[in-house]
T-cell receptor, first 114, second 117 residues
Framework: QQQVKQSPQSLIVQKGGISIINCAYE??????FPWYQQFPGKGPALLIA?????SEKKEGRFTISFNKSAKQFSLHIMDSQPGDSATYFC?????????????FGKGTLLTVNP | GAVVSQHPSWVICKSGTSVKIECRSL??????MFWYRQFPKQSLMLMAT?????????EQGVEKDKFLINHASLTLSTLTVTSAHPEDSSFYIC?????????????FGSGTRLTVV
């Protein structure tokens, strides 16, 4: 059972455009929703994260939108740049004890054309 | 987040041999570390949770005897792939949660590319 569903699988955007990646989760106990950026041959790096008590969080060109009732959250990359070309993973976890391991989406390969 | 050092970054070994991968927390005492496996163009799959001073907790379907985890100190966890076979070739990544509270985030190592020939 896939607890976090991510779409699209791949995305091509022109430089300066907006990249949008969507995720949906099933477990209502999840209370931490991070996005990771991964370049080939490297480990994932935290991009931005949100908790369910807010509906939006913005850091620079990156914004997370969160819809608790729909159990969905999305990543928006404004003014996309070729350097943003990477694989993006959404994830979710629930805090506390040994249950805080991350569940990842399947990833989105983003290509930003110059 | 915590500073994580993973070593080696890549390793090639012969089928039947064992390989050890180290994950070090450089600035944080990590009672828990996570080990992931990632196949090309796929997501990260949690293999096991490494607990300092106690046995690791393995995810369903992960062979405990093949993937030995040792978390002997608050700064070091090791993953040993025993009797490696070509199907064990993969990208292995460790992760350290900053605290027991998820909000403070997780830091990932740079990964180890294992190729078994």
């Amino acid at each position: 059972q896939q607890q976090v569903k991510q779409s699209p699988q791949s995305l091509i955007v022109q430089k300066g455009g907006i990249s949008i990646i969507n995720c949906a989760y099933e477990n209502t106990a999840f209370d931490y929703f991070p996005w990771y950026q991964q370049f080939p041959g490297k480990g994932p790096a935290l991009l931005i994260a949100i908790r369910p008590d807010v509906s939006e969080k913005k850091e620079g060109r990156f914004t997370i939108s969160f819809n608790k009732s729909a159990k969905q959250f999305s990543l928006h990359i404004m003014d996309s740049q070729p350097g943003d070309s990477a694989t993006y993973f959404c994830a979710a976890s629930k805090s506390g004890g040994s249950n805080y391991k991350l569940t990842f989406g399947k990833g989105t390969l983003l290509t930003v054309n110059p | 987040g915590a500073v994580v050092s993973q070593h080696p970054s890549w390793v090639i070994c012969k089928s039947g041999t064992s390989v050890k991968i180290e994950c070090r927390s450089l600035d944080f005492q990590a009672t828990t570390m996570f080990w992931y496996r990632q196949f090309p163009k796929q997501s990260l799959m949690l293999m096991a949770t490494s607990n300092e001073g106690s046995k690791a907790t393995y995810e369903q379907g992960v062979e405990k005897d093949k993937f030995l985890i040792n978390h002997a100190s608050l700064t070091l966890s090791t993953l040993t792939v025993t009797s490696a076979h070509p199907e064990d070739s993969s990208f292995y990544i460790c992760s350290i949660p900053r605290t027991a509270v998820a909000y403070y985030g997780y830091t990932f190592g740079s990964g180890t590319r294992l190729t078994v020939v």
